[in-house]
């Protein structure tokens, strides 16, 4: 079956500029995680959402990231007024329970170049 | 904060020869889980291992096993037998009860004929 999904694959934009990354998870999993990937560092976490709950956002770095799931299915991270520090992959993960048994799959990310 | 440490930033091994990778961890929790991860070039992470921390049992997946020792708070990985193949980032990462995972900063492997 088909994996995690994500687009663009790659994103090049200005200082200041708003951009949208999208997220399509594996079908059926209600889990979706956001991580993002800073060159030489490991992944950082960002949110996630769990089927109808409200979402934990404890690792948005300012109020300058969204995310938004809609229908329990796609999810789109949202970063305003884009950085230079922002330069990054982004990469999303789903699966199909919040126990910490379950494989999260990834997707290939999102490399976002801010000039 | 409840890190994850890999402290070898990069490592070499020969085709068919054995390498260990090193990973410690800070958690305050009783139940977690630990993984190794790997990402080649192509970014995408693949799932090489897990680890239940209330198992004593070491994990195995073919070539691939660990070294858990919870005392420690210590999570090692063993590449038997090395293939060019195996060539990546390897990433140790741990999830609690909420599930999100927190991951180390990554040991890039190379495998050198």
């Known amino acids: 079956g088909a994996g995690v999904s994500q687009s663009p694959s790659n994103k090049v934009t200005e200082k200041g500029k708003d951009v949208e990354l999208r997220c399509d998870p594996i079908?059926?999993?209600?889990?979706l995680y956001w991580y993002r990937q800073s060159l030489g560092q490991g992944l950082e976490f960002l949110i996630y959402f769990q089927g109808n709950s409200a979402p934990d956002k404890s690792g948005l770095p300012s109020d300058r990231f969204s995310a938004e799931r809609t229908g329990g299915s796609v999810s789109t991270l949202t970063i305003q007024r884009t950085q230079q520090e922002d330069s990054a992959v982004y990469l999303c993960?789903?699966?199909?329970?919040?126990?910490?048994?379950?494989?999260?799959?990834f997707g290939p990310g999102t490399r976002l170049t801010v000039l | 904060a409840q890190t994850v440490t890999q402290s070898q930033p990069e490592m070499s091994v020969q085709e068919a020869e054995t390498v260990t990778l090193s990973c410690t961890y800070d958690t305050s929790e009783s139940d977690y889980y630990l993984f190794w991860y790997k990402q080649p070039p192509s970014r995408q992470m693949i799932l090489v291992i897990r680890?239940?921390?209330?198992?004593?049992q070491n994990a195995t997946e073919n070539r691939f096993s660990v070294n858990f020792q919870k005392a420690a708070k210590s999570f090692s990985l063993k590449i038997s037998d090395s293939q060019l193949g195996d060539a990546a980032m390897y990433f140790c990462?741990?999830?609690?009860?909420?599930?999100?995972?927190?991951f180390g900063t990554g040991t890039r492997l190379q495998v050198t004929l």
């Open positions: 990462a741990r999830s609690g009860t909420a599930s999100k995972l927190t």
């Open positions: 993960a789903s699966s199909s329970h919040t126990s910490s048994y379950n494989e999260q799959f």
């Open positions: 680890q239940e921390a209330y198992k004593q």
């Open positions: 079908s059926g999993h209600t889990a």
